[in-house]
């Protein structure tokens, strides 16, 4: 399947849950409302009446939204469902890459529709809320908590579609920057107690260890809800890595397996979620 369909049923596969969203149309929105606010990023409600809380990763429901509006858009969930933080900057309120507090390490890139960027980032996990604007820096947002994402190959109202500068498949999520991370500690904050001792007995590389180390602290902090999405996510973003050369299959199913017990999924469901998630990695997450 290619198109939106493609798309979205490319991103459920890493565990980014999605949603489909009206889109523009003869530089309005197609949902024809004369006083859209949002046009061509609002949910499509006759498919997803409870707009960002029916996002799914759930191959079926994808396609069958997409079978029904081939050109909807596609927004992605941020936050803890997805694992995202993206950082938007827009260009047309002030913002730019270059004029960011600190900077900001290589990562999965979109250019907007609109002439802006996304830059997806690990999100960093429980205990961390992140403020909706960057403060101090006029034009740069942050999509974490509550928020969702529009996605390529979406179209914006002006005419250009959303598109990877840095396509996800091939580089592996940054971790957010230390500066960002200062921004978004709550009071409450507290590092989890329930790390995994990761051993990888000396396989893979440096890059490949501390991707894991960060894979399996994120699967540790799992709230109720979002276990198996997240144990999903950490089998494909480590399938990645085992497909670039960075860490050993084995070594990452047997470190994967105690932590997702850990967070209290069935040993079935965990064994499975694993298999299902490293294939889908190892593949390049085309289904
Ligand atoms: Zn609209």
Redesign the pocket.
């Known amino acids: 399947m290619t198109g939106p369909a493609g798309a979205a049923l490319d991103y459920a596969a890493r565990g980014w849950p999605v949603l489909p969203l ?1 889109w523009p149309e003869k530089g ?6 004369p006083d ?7 949910p499509l409600g006759k498919l997803a009446p409870a707009g960002r809380n029916s996002a799914t990763t759930a191959p079926e429901t994808i396609r069958r939204w997409w079978g029904r509006c081939p050109q909807a858009s596609i927004g992605i969930v941020t936050g803890l469902e997805s694992g995202l933080l993206v950082m938007d900057v827009d260009p047309r309120n002030g913002g730019h890459p270059n004029r960011l507090p600190g900077n900001l390490p290589i990562t999965a890139s979109v250019t907007t529709g609109g002439g802006g960027w996304h830059f997806y980032l690990a999100h960093p996990g429980n205990g961390f809320r992140f403020p909706k604007a960057l403060p101090g820096c006029e034009g740069v947002d942050l999509k974490a908590a509550g928020g969702y994402v529009l996605a390529p190959p979406s179209l914006h109202i002006s005419g250009q579609r959303y598109a990877w500068q840095i396509p996800h498949h091939s580089t592996p999520l940054a971790p957010c920057p230390e500066w960002l991370l200062e921004l978004a500690k709550c009071p409450e904050h507290r590092p989890p107690s329930t790390i995994p001792a990761v051993d990888t007995g000396g396989l893979g590389s440096a890059y490949g260890r501390a991707a894991l180390r960060g894979e399996l602290t994120r699967l540790a902090q799992t709230i109720e809800g979002g276990r198996n999405n997240a144990l999903n996510r950490a089998a494909y973003c480590l399938g990645r890595l085992v497909a670039a050369g960075h860490l050993d299959e084995e070594c990452v199913v047997n470190l994967l397996l105690p932590v997702g017990a850990n967070i209290g999924l069935g040993e079935r469901e965990v064994r499975a979620t694993v298999q299902s998630g490293l294939r889908a990695g190892l593949e390049g997450g085309h289904v």
């Open positions: 009206w309005r929105c197609a949902c024809e409302k859209c606010q949002h046009p061509g990023k609002h």
